[in-house]
């Protein structure tokens, strides 16, 4: 057991390294920089959402005072989606920068108004952005291979190994005391900017708290490994060059190669469609039920409404009921495409889970991801909300459209607003 006094000790001795306070300084600049990056980017979505709810609202009642008929008012009547940043966003905001987070739809065809702003590059975040995450799961590591690779070599190439051994009551109290006053003010180095943006953001306690270990868990990982690994090689006459290159090489395999080349693996062992094409196929469908027989259309739509059987009877060339049931039939023909790419998005999900079991890093930043609510599932239910949303849409319309006369106005008071905050799951 390590004493007080050893760590003392080792504090004193440590903290007259210059090199060493300049490093840790450096590493709590860099924390601190991503932190305070994510704390700007949530707090620009939310004041984007706030702001675009304001207008949304005005332009909508501002389009509807102007309608004398129904079809209009659907057709011209624009609906602000969202899917506010979490509290803890800030410290991972993983898919958000990849699959979007706001959405203005209409109650057209819905999978074309989702798909048409799909995703950035999904290639380009295999890492991830510079926030807290990518600190913990990709740098970490490295801020610790710099740190305690030599903390043996270092003193048998300088000549003090044997005399250290030798004056030390137990040699292995010394090299651990020094490596924990190493690691708890790296830790602390990266953890306090953590904790001030989780008070800025107002974050949940255990949820911070959680993320606050998971960096303590990754940090006690790579700790360990390489002082095993320092202690093995040194052993065997290497270096502390070899040694810090071993350990790089690890790091490596670990962080950058084995996500990567799974991730390449994964994409060619699911297949699926893209947002693409899914949206050609309802846009194809859309414009071809100009062409076609107004039976045709009924037929698709009556699938699904049923209800409506007795009110397709159409007495010009145009009604808004059979432009919205033609527009319903394109997302019904798209339906199976649609639900293959998010069924596949699951499957790539889960495999990339089963493939961070052997690769700490990625692990880690999965789990951050979680607690942040960044992640797939998290940007999956936002899509189902937006789906959700606009369903209630055509619900609220179809009545209006097959069975109302006159237009009236104050039919249009209750419209489905989309809800003050996204149900995640």
């Given at each position: 057991?390590?004493?007080?006094?050893?760590?003392?000790?080792?504090?004193?001795?440590?903290?007259?390294?210059?090199?060493?306070?300049?490093?840790?300084?450096?590493?709590?600049?860099?924390?601190?920089?991503?932190?305070?990056?994510?704390?700007?980017?949530?707090?620009?979505?939310?004041?984007?959402?706030?702001?675009?709810?304001?207008?949304?609202?005005?332009?909508?009642?501002?389009?509807?005072?102007?309608?004398?008929?129904?079809?209009?008012?659907?057709?011209?009547?624009?609906?602000?989606?969202?899917?506010?940043?979490?509290?803890?966003?800030?410290?991972?905001?993983?898919?958000?920068?990849?699959?979007?987070?706001?959405?203005?739809?209409?109650?057209l065809a819905l999978e074309g108004q989702i798909h048409e702003t799909d995703a950035e590059n999904p290639e380009l975040s295999l890492l991830g952005r510079f926030d807290f995450a990518f600190i913990i799961s990709v740098l970490l590591p490295i801020f610790v291979i710099l740190l305690l690779h030599d903390l043996r070599s270092a003193e048998r190439e300088a000549g003090r190994y044997d005399l250290l051994v030798v004056t030390?009551?137990?040699?292995?109290?010394?090299?651990t005391a020094r490596a924990l006053v190493l690691s708890a003010f790296l830790a602390a180095a990266m953890l306090l900017p953590l904790i001030v943006g989780a008070v800025v953001m107002q974050a949940p306690l255990l949820k911070t708290g959680l993320m606050a270990l998971l960096a303590l868990g990754h940090l006690l990982f790579w700790v360990v490994l390489t002082m095993v690994v320092g202690r093995v090689m040194m052993a065997?006459?290497?270096?502390?060059?070899?040694?810090?290159?071993?350990?790089?090489?690890?790091?490596?395999?670990?962080?950058?190669?084995?996500?990567?080349?799974?991730?390449?693996?994964?994409?060619?062992?699911?297949?699926?469609?893209?947002?693409?094409?899914?949206?050609?196929?309802?846009?194809?469908?859309?414009?071809?039920?100009?062409?076609?027989?107004?039976?045709?259309?009924?037929?698709?739509?009556?699938?699904?409404?049923?209800?409506?059987?007795?009110?397709?009877?159409?007495?010009?060339?145009?009604?808004?009921?059979?432009?919205?049931?033609?527009?319903?039939?394109?997302?019904?023909?798209?339906?199976?495409?649609?639900?293959?790419?998010?069924?596949?998005?699951?499957?790539?999900?889960?495999?990339?889970?089963?493939?961070?079991?052997?690769?700490?890093?990625?692990?880690?930043?999965?789990?951050?991801?979680?607690?942040?609510?960044?992640?797939?599932?998290?940007?999956?239910?936002?899509?189902?909300?937006?789906?959700?949303?606009?369903?209630?849409?055509?619900?609220?319309?179809?009545?209006?459209?097959?069975?109302?006369?006159?237009?009236?106005?104050?039919?249009?008071?209750?419209?489905?607003?989309?809800?003050?905050?996204?149900?995640?799951?």
């Amino acid at each position: 057991m390590v004493l007080f006094s050893d760590l003392v000790r080792e504090f004193r001795f440590l903290s007259k390294q210059r090199y060493i306070v300049l490093f840790l300084f450096a590493v709590f600049l860099l924390s601190a920089f991503a932190v305070w990056s994510g704390v700007t980017d949530s707090h620009q979505q939310q004041v984007a959402i706030e702001r675009l709810l304001e207008k949304d609202a005005v332009d909508r009642e501002s389009v509807l005072a102007k309608q004398v008929d129904y079809g209009d008012a659907a057709y011209y009547s624009f609906h602000f989606t969202y899917d506010e940043p979490s509290p803890l966003a800030f410290a991972a905001m993983g898919q958000r920068d990849v699959y979007p987070w706001k959405h203005r739809i209409r109650m057209l065809a819905l999978e074309g108004q989702i798909h048409e702003t799909d995703a950035e590059n999904p290639e380009l975040s295999l890492l991830g952005r510079f926030d807290f995450a990518f600190i913990i799961s990709v740098l970490l590591p490295i801020f610790v291979i710099l740190l305690l690779h030599d903390l043996r070599s270092a003193e048998r190439e300088a000549g003090r190994y044997d005399l250290l051994v030798v004056t030390a009551k137990n040699p292995y109290k010394l090299w651990t005391a020094r490596a924990l006053v190493l690691s708890a003010f790296l830790a602390a180095a990266m953890l306090l900017p953590l904790i001030v943006g989780a008070v800025v953001m107002q974050a949940p306690l255990l949820k911070t708290g959680l993320m606050a270990l998971l960096a303590l868990g990754h940090l006690l990982f790579w700790v360990v490994l390489t002082m095993v690994v320092g202690r093995v090689m040194m052993a065997r006459g290497q270096s502390s060059p070899r040694i810090a290159s071993a350990l790089l090489a690890g790091w490596l395999a670990l962080t950058v190669i084995l996500p990567v080349v799974g991730e390449t693996v994964i994409n060619q062992l699911i297949r699926s469609p893209n947002g693409g094409e899914i949206v050609l196929l309802q846009r194809e469908a859309v414009n071809d039920a100009w062409d076609k027989p107004f039976a045709a259309t009924w037929d698709e739509f009556l699938k699904t409404h049923p209800e409506w059987a007795e009110h397709t009877e159409m007495e010009s060339s145009f009604h808004w009921k059979w432009y919205y049931a033609f527009q319903q039939a394109g997302d019904q023909q798209a339906a199976e495409l649609s639900q293959a790419y998010r069924d596949a998005i699951v499957k790539k999900d889960h495999a990339a889970g089963l493939l961070s079991l052997f690769s700490p890093p990625m692990l880690v930043q999965r789990l951050m991801l979680s607690l942040a609510e960044t992640d797939v599932a998290a940007s999956l239910a936002y899509e189902q909300s937006v789906r959700d949303h606009h369903r209630a849409l055509r619900l609220y319309f179809y009545p209006l459209l097959f069975e109302k006369g006159e237009f009236d106005s104050q039919e249009l008071a209750d419209i489905p607003v989309y809800g003050s905050h996204t149900v995640r799951y």
